[in-house]
């Protein structure tokens, strides 16, 4: 059984891994002979020792290469302009600059470079608020160490990658939804206020509280409020049903 992510294996764990890779064909050179490049990957998180941990587990894997560690959001755009990685192993929540907010502008430095986010934040809203700025991986740390090196080669070979109990609250929440839909469709939808209305547009848009509360001119607790009276009024639980919410009800429209 693998170890859970955190214990850092030694030699003799690298020697099962290796020797499993080779069954499962990770570490074969293409068809043609050439040599595969390895998967250049940046670790951004605020704690130096997960950092390291990360670093030491990976380095375990002839086909991954870390290239650079971070441990901010902001950092990490810095040094993904600068290393161009093809992955970004990245915390969701860092000060300065979390992990969200970052995204949206390592997409724009490094065009090429796709983001998983290695979080213990099981919260709907910032798997959902990950996957609108950009990112193509949601783990959990409970992982196991072999989980995120499966990980990180599943993304770069264009797969996207949720763990598990993440998914299966997406469809838990969808399908919640779909049955509220249904029970409301005959209902009037419920009149939000014009600043509601500013509220929830922005929230469409993937923009967090302290980003709306900075184009509203407004508090962030103001803008917390609003949040809440709007979940309270059309009866919903989360800031992505809302959203989804409102565009079929075309309280709302995105353009």
Do not use: W
């Amino acid at each position: 059984m693998a170890d859970s992510f955190g214990p850092v294996r030694g030699d003799d764990g690298a020697g099962c891994r290796e020797a499993g890779r080779a069954a499962d064909g990770h570490a074969d050179a293409p068809a043609d002979g050439s040599a595969r490049e390895p998967i250049r990957v940046l670790v951004v998180d605020d704690h130096a020792l997960f950092r390291r941990g990360l670093e030491i587990v990976l380095a375990q894997e002839e086909d991954i290469q870390v290239v650079g560690e971070a441990g901010d959001g902001a950092e990490a755009v810095d040094k993904a302009a600068d290393l161009l990685p093809d992955i970004v192993l990245m915390d969701v929540r860092m000060p300065r600059r979390g992990g969200i907010e970052a995204c949206t502008t390592i997409k724009e430095v490094a065009p090429s470079a796709k983001i998983i986010m290695l979080t213990i934040s099981d919260e709907e809203a910032d798997l959902y608020d990950a996957i609108k700025a950009g990112a193509t991986g949601y783990l959990l740390k409970e992982i196991s160490t072999d989980e995120v090196a499966t990980a990180i080669r599943a993304v770069a070979d264009g797969q996207s990658q949720i763990s598990p109990s993440m998914a299966s609250k997406l469809l838990t929440e969808f399908k919640s939804m779909i049955q509220r839909t249904d029970e409301r469709r005959l209902v009037p939808a419920p009149r939000l206020t014009d600043r509601e209305l500013e509220v929830l547009k922005l929230v469409a848009t993937g923009m967090n509280n302290r980003d709306i509360a900075k184009e509203l001119f407004i508090s962030e607790n103001t803008v917390k409020n609003h949040v809440r009276n709007i979940l309270e009024k059309l009866q919903l639980h989360s800031r992505m049903e809302a959203v989804v919410y409102a565009m079929r009800e075309k309280i709302l429209e995105i353009r």
